[in-house]
């Protein structure tokens, strides 16, 4: 797990000192910046922890000394506490432990469960001489257990404060937390039940265990326990085993918290959806074999905040077959469902390099997808073909057999194919098109996400471009309105020219793009690449521009009037709009200005 912690405002710690009593709404708005904070100092302790397990110098004498024998506690008995919510293969970890001479020290639930698995467990309160209290509360938090933990071995004056005091050494602390993640996303919960469900003896525990991990081994992912097992069976003494667990922990902590403060954040019902600060809970899901360039080094996370639980998209897709997904493969299908998932009627999306090469709409599927790749094959082939529909049998087989529209021979070779779902015949008959062929089912993407995007130092923010058709008023701004049909073609149009580069140019009929234009400094060479791509089907069709056009006559404006372009849909908000309706005016075109820019940089 890598959380990523972005602060947008720091400062000094408030001091609550000689002020007025709080209100509720600004005593968990205190405590929300609070958690996002420490959240931040866990996630800057993490890396720097992991940054030393590379190329760390040779273990000194005490180091080496430290490994799995620990110094025994004064009881001359080595200890390990263990306290879990997640109870998975704890019978074997426990006996295993047993086995190699621990004493176990366990709480609640995990000792009860300890002990039906044989283990003999010393509970908590029988080392603390204090019962749990708090419904639970306190249980852990007592110098006779953070003082074992904490102790530095190599400290003279610290094991002779623990004689003192009576307390033993842990050599092993194993802890996992309350599912508070689980809890809160499972469905409506109450804020005094969000509230008892953060755990705050297990962080503590971690926290110290993984600061001590030279005395300390601490563990929180049972994946872990063979191979903590096989450590302490075998006398190790690597001081890299340690600190890689040390890591984990750390990680683990502050991706819980990270939970906790978005939580707590979203409770302050502040209605402002940029918080001061926040973190990015990560966790890799798989390395890749390299980046946008073979020279660089990649992998793909995925994305555990809270508000992208019920997300869908590309990063929870399910892949069904073929070669594993690259860099560009994910950022291509993302592309592609993003496009896809704008149009309710059964649609087809053809993606190269991220832009939308062909897109069409049919109630017959096969014909979107015959009219999709028709309009730009020669892109279309090693592209991203996404549906909006189950692909069945029929459309898997049109998809597996269809051939190039260039020269009727070639068959059409993709990368990926993405589709909310198959059935069983369709996904049967896909399989057979390529071994390499990646073949994805994913969910619809959410929408009202904030959107990250990485600068040089630094990350900006926004709201995602989630505005659709029906949520923007077209108004007419020329003599000559619309048909049904134009308007039809221009809020297609419009849909497409939002999954476009910037400055981008979509001309469509009959929901069906004909051509485009992307990412050309200027907005007439946009233009006049979506004029060349569609050629004499431009006539009577609907161009859409992602923003409004800074000239009219001898420009843009008057070149799409002049090859016979029917309706244009742009913004509108320039000094010479003017000049654009005298312009289609003048040519007898209908302009439509939505009063919405779609840039896509």
């Known amino acids: 797990m890598v959380c990523a912690a972005i602060s947008v405002a720091g400062g000094p710690a408030t001091s609550l000192s000689r002020r007025p009593a709080l209100g509720l709404h600004s005593r968990r708005l205190l405590w929300a910046r609070a958690t996002s904070q420490y959240t931040y100092t866990m996630s800057r302790v993490a890396p720097r922890l992991s940054s030393t397990m590379v190329g760390a110098p040779t273990p000194d004498h005490d180091e080496a000394r430290a490994g799995a024998q620990g110094v025994p506690t004064s009881t001359g008995v080595k200890q390990a506490l263990i306290s879990l919510s997640d109870k998975t293969d704890l019978a074997n970890l426990g006996n295993g432990l047993q086995s190699l001479g621990f004493s176990i020290i366990s709480t609640g639930g995990t000792a009860s469960s300890l002990e039906a698995a044989g283990v003999n467990v010393t509970k908590v309160e029988q080392i603390t001489h204090f019962p749990e209290m708090l419904d639970g509360r306190v249980k852990t938090l007592h110098p ?48 005094e ?87 990015v809970p990560l966790s890799m899901k798989s390395t890749l074999r390299y980046g946008e360039n073979p020279h660089q080094k990649a992998a793909f996370y995925g994305d555990r905040s809270l508000s992208l639980v019920n997300a869908g998209g590309i990063a929870t897709a399910v892949q069904h077959h073929g070669k594993e997904m690259s860099y560009n493969n ?131 923010a926004q709201q995602s471009d989630d505005l659709a058709p029906e949520d923007i008023t077209f108004t007419t701004g020329s003599e000559r309105a619309p048909t049904d049909s134009e308007l039809s073609d221009a809020k297609f149009a419009w849909l497409c020219v939002k999954h476009v580069k910037s400055n981008a140019i979509v001309i469509a009929k009959d929901n069906c793009m004909l051509g485009m234009g992307s990412g050309q400094p200027n907005r007439v060479d946009s233009l006049r690449i979506a004029f060349r791509k569609a050629g004499e089907a431009a006539k009577g069709a609907a161009l859409a521009s992602d923003a409004f056009f800074p000239f009219a006559w001898k420009d843009a404006v008057e070149e799409a009037c002049e090859n016979g372009i029917g309706t244009i849909a742009q913004p509108g908000g320039s000094m010479r709009d003017k000049d654009a309706v005298d312009c289609c005016n003048k040519y007898g075109v209908s302009l439509l200005f939505t009063g919405v820019r779609h840039f896509r940089h």
């Open 330 to 460: 994910y950022l291509d299908a993302d592309a592609a469902w993003n496009c896809v998932s704008e149009f309710e009627n059964p649609t087809c999306v053809v993606v190269k390099h991220t832009n939308p090469c062909g897109v069409a709409s049919r109630q017959d599927v096969l014909e979107a997808y015959r009219l999709a790749v028709k309009a730009d094959p020669v892109s279309a082939f090693g592209g991203i073909v996404a549906f909006n529909t189950t692909i069945d049998e029929d459309l898997a087989k049109e998809i597996r057999e269809f051939r190039s529209p260039t020269d009727g021979e070639t068959r059409m070779f993709y990368e990926i194919v993405v589709a909310p779902g198959y059935t069983e015949k369709g996904l049967e008959v896909l399989k057979g098109k390529s071994k390499t062929l990646r073949i994805l089912e994913a969910k619809r993407s959410g929408k009202n996400m904030l959107s990250l995007r990485q600068v040089s130092g630094g990350w900006l």
């Open 193 to 279: 039940d969000g509230i008892e469900n953060i755990d705050i003896g297990g962080p503590t525990l971690i926290r110290a265990a993984a600061k001590n991990h030279k005395d300390v081994l601490v563990v929180v992912d049972h994946h872990d326990y063979p191979a903590l097992l096989k450590y302490l069976q075998e006398k190790q003494a690597d001081p890299q085993f340690r600190r890689m667990l040390a890591w984990k922990a750390f990680q683990h902590v502050a991706s819980y918290d990270s939970a906790v403060s978005e939580w707590l954040w979203k409770q302050t019902n502040s209605g402002d959806t940029f918080p001061p600060s926040f973190t």
């Open 144 to 191: 006779s257990i953070h003082g074992g933990i904490l102790a530095r071995r190599d400290q003279e004056h610290h094991l002779k404060a623990l004689n003192e005091h009576g307390i033993g050494t842990f050599d092993v602390v194993v802890v996992n937390l309350y599912p508070f993640y689980d809890k809160v996303t499972s469905g409506a919960i109450s804020f």
